[in-house]
DNA sequence: CACTCTACCTGTGCGC
DNA sequence: TGCGCACAGGTAGAGT
């Protein structure tokens, strides 16, 4: 489940590997699964990218962004976001397309750079404005400064979990940091975002950046026997009933808006939570 | 504005 | 062993 960490883990490695993408041409296209480019017209996509050079990889949220020199019409977007099971990669042009590749590029070098997501979740844009498919979301959840993340939560009145996973509301947390950056604040998932005091938003927003941080640097998270990004240890997320690491209680798992949430009964307070 | 539900998908793991 | 089914979750969109 590829968060912010897993994502821009998969940045570093296509930009600052070797060999890298940037610099790389795209000479052909195959369209394994039209359905990736979802609405958009798959027809029209191998004559755009056809020629295109990759300039830079940047990330969004949890969107990839690959800047694009195209002869004759200039810059182009190529926006990627895997949501739950997508991975991209480089390849050698004749490793073989799996059964679960919806996206083939082929490159210099007899390189190729590959989509492969076997629950079809992922998708991919062209656009000429990266904002056109990104636009909207709030800031990125990993440089967001405290005073501007507190007037957000001021901001608004839901419930702490809800509103981590709105990308309007911070870009690049999902379920499993979610719940991670509530167990290191000490914050209830319930916990009323408009009730929080001054240093409970300040105790959030340090434990998310905090978690983030460690995540990346890990290289994405380690979650035993599910997902296995990087060597990041979680402590709640997937863990109902087992020991908290922190205090011997037993992991609670509700469900908040649909999603599994994980926490610990005594580490994480009710504090002002409704009901 | 906040919420809930549904749809999109398929691999996994459970109970029987 | 095998079958059926709940479950996992990011996001959009519709409905309450």
Same mark, same amino acid.
């Given at each position: ?13 296509? @930009? ?27 027809? &029209? ?6 020629? =295109? ?5 940047? #990330? ?85 400064? &405290? ?16 509103? &981590? ?7 690049? $947390?999902?379920? $499993? ?6 167990? #290191? ?22 434990? $998310? ?37 922190? =205090? ?5 798992? $509700? @469900? ?7 926490? =610990? ?11």
């Amino acid at each position: 489940m590829p968060e912010l960490p897993e994502v821009e883990s998969v940045v570093r490695s296509l @930009r600052d590997g070797s060999p890298s993408l940037v610099g790389l041409r795209v000479r052909s296209v195959d369209m394994v699964w039209p359905g990736v480019f979802s609405p958009l017209l798959p027809d &029209l996509v191998p004559s755009h990218l056809e020629g =295109c050079r990759f300039a830079a990889i940047a #990330r969004l949220g949890k969107y990839l962004v690959f800047a694009l020199d195209c002869p004759g019409r200039g810059s182009l977007f190529l926006i990627v976001h895997l949501r739950m099971t997508g991975r991209l990669f480089l390849v050698p042009e004749s490793a073989a397309i799996e059964r679960h590749t919806r996206l083939a590029l082929m490159l210099d070098h007899g390189l190729a750079l590959r989509f492969d997501d076997p629950r079809k979740f992922g998708r991919v844009w062209l656009a000429d404005d990266p904002e056109t498919v990104t636009g909207g979301m709030g800031p990125d959840s990993l440089t967001v400064s &405290l005073e501007e993340f507190a007037a957000r939560l001021a901001g608004h009145r839901r419930h702490l979990k809800p509103l &981590l996973l709105d990308q309007y509301f911070v870009a690049g $947390i999902g379920n $499993i940091y979610a719940d991670e950056s509530l167990f #290191r604040a000490g914050l209830h998932p319930l916990t009323n975002s408009a009730g929080l005091k001054p240093d409970e938003a300040l105790r959030l927003h340090t434990a $998310i950046r905090s978690v983030l941080e460690e995540a990346v640097a890990a290289g994405g998270a380690n979650i035993d026997g599910v997902f296995k990004a990087g060597s990041f240890i979680v402590n709640v997320y997937g863990r109902a009933g087992a020991p908290c690491r922190v =205090c011997g209680t037993p992991i609670s798992k $509700i @469900r908040v808006g649909q999603r599994g949430t994980h926490f =610990c009964p005594h580490c994480q307070l009710p504090g002002n939570m409704e009901a």
